[in-house]
T-cell receptor, first 114, second 116 residues
Framework: KQEVTQIPAALSVPEGENLVLNCSFT??????LQWFRQDPGKGLTSLLL?????REQTSGRLNASLDKSSGRSTLYIAASQPGDSATYLC?????????????FGTGTLLAVQP | DAGITQSPRYKITETGRQVTLMCHQT?????MFWYRQDLGHGLRLIYY???????DKGEVPDGYVVSRSKTENFPLTLESATRSQTSVYFC???????????????FGEGSRLTVL
C-alpha cells in the first residue's frame, strides 16, 4: 500500500529565504507526482505535476524534483514571500488510465514571516 | 466560468438525514473524484468515476453513494448522515492526455459539512 510522508509538518522562515519541502513515498512504481497549495478554507491549487519519466518541473520560483528510485520528491521555493504562506501537499498516483487515484501526504504548513 | 464548482459550500444537518453534495465541472474531464479532508487524516478518497455510469470505491466509501449519469456532474449522497461524516468534502477532476499535464488533478473549493 502506497504511503506518502511529508517532512517537516510545519515550517516558519523569514521572508527572502530559500526553502525545501520534502515528500517521500513507499512504492516507487508511480505514474506521476503532484504538488498542491492549500490556503485556509480553500480548495487545493495544483502547483507542479511531474510525470514518472521526468526528473523535475519548474514554475516561476518553484522547482520540484523527483527521484523515483529513492521514493523522494522535493519542492524548492526560492526567495520566499509572505504570500507563500499556506499548506503544501504532495500526492502520488500509482496508475495511469482507469485508476488515476492520488494518495496524499498530510502536508507541510509553511509560514513566511515578513 | 469554466472550472469545477461545488454546492452547497456550507451545510449543517442532523444525524440520520440524507444529504447530497453536488459537483459540476465544465472541462468534460473523464475522471472525477470525491475526497474528504480531516485533521490527522489528510485527504482520503471516497469514490471516483472514470466516465459516465462508471464509478468505484476509494479508501473510505462506507455511508456514501455516488452516481454519474452525465460526464459533468458527480453528486455525493450521504444516505443517513452520522457525526463521523462531519468533514470538508472536495470534488476533483482530471483527464489523461498525451501531454505533460496528463493526469493533473483540479479541485473544487470544498463543501464543509457539519452533522449534529
Amino acid at each position: 500500500k502506497q504511503e506518502v510522508t511529508q517532512i517537516p509538518a510545519a515550517l516558519s522562515v523569514p521572508e527572502g529565504e530559500n526553502l525545501v519541502l520534502n515528500c517521500s513515498f513507499t512504492d516507487s512504481a508511480i505514474y506521476n507526482l503532484q504538488w498542491f497549495r492549500q490556503d485556509p478554507g480553500k480548495g487545493l491549487t495544483s502547483l507542479l505535476l511531474i510525470q514518472s519519466s521526468q526528473r523535475e518541473q519548474t514554475s516561476g520560483r518553484l522547482n520540484a524534483s523527483l527521484d523515483k528510485s529513492s521514493g523522494r520528491s522535493t519542492l524548492y521555493i526560492a526567495a520566499s514571500q509572505p504570500g507563500d504562506s499556506a499548506t503544501y501537499l504532495c500526492a502520488v498516483s500509482n496508475y495511469g488510465g482507469a485508476t488515476n487515484k492520488l494518495i496524499f501526504g498530510t502536508g507541510t504548513l509553511l509560514a513566511v514571516q515578513p | 466560468d469554466a472550472g469545477i464548482t461545488q454546492s452547497p459550500r456550507y451545510k449543517i444537518t442532523e444525524t440520520g438525514r440524507q444529504v447530497t453534495l453536488m459537483c459540476h465541472q465544465t472541462w468534460s474531464h473523464s475522471y472525477m473524484f470525491w475526497y474528504r479532508q480531516d485533521l490527522g487524516h489528510g485527504l482520503r478518497l471516497i469514490y471516483y468515476s472514470a466516465a459516465a455510469d462508471i464509478t468505484d470505491k476509494g479508501e473510505v466509501p462506507d455511508g456514501y453513494v455516488v452516481s454519474r449519469s452525465k460526464t459533468e456532474n458527480f453528486p455525493l449522497t450521504l444516505e443517513s448522515a452520522t457525526r463521523s461524516q462531519t468533514s470538508v468534502y472536495f470534488c476533483a477532476s482530471s483527464e489523461w492526455t498525451s501531454g505533460r499535464r496528463s493526469g493533473e488533478l483540479f479541485f473544487g473549493e470544498g463543501s464543509r459539512l457539519t452533522v449534529l
